[in-house]
């Protein structure tokens, strides 16, 4: 994972504590690619590293999961 800005670690911090849970590497790199808003949702998927195969599948099942929306709607 590349290195993470001070504003992108307090928004991945407060995001954690909002979810009482940790996100996973990949999970955090998913919503950075999502918000930057460049990336179609299976690219996000492919760029923050899960597999080609089945990108498409993890992309909906993170944006369309209660509490992952509401990462990326705040």
Not at 31 to 41: D, L, P, T
Request: glycine content about 2%; overall charge positive.
């Amino acid at each position: 994972m590349a290195k993470q800005t001070v504003q992108q670690q307090k928004i991945a911090k407060e995001v954690e504590t909002r979810l009482d849970r940790k996100l996973t590497n990949r999970q955090r790199e998913f919503a950075k690619y999502y918000v930057e808003g460049i990336y179609s949702n299976a690219e996000c998927a492919r760029k923050a590293g899960f597999s080609p195969k089945v990108a498409n599948t993890v992309a909906h099942h993170l944006l369309s999961t209660h509490k992952f929306q509401s990462i990326y709607k705040n």
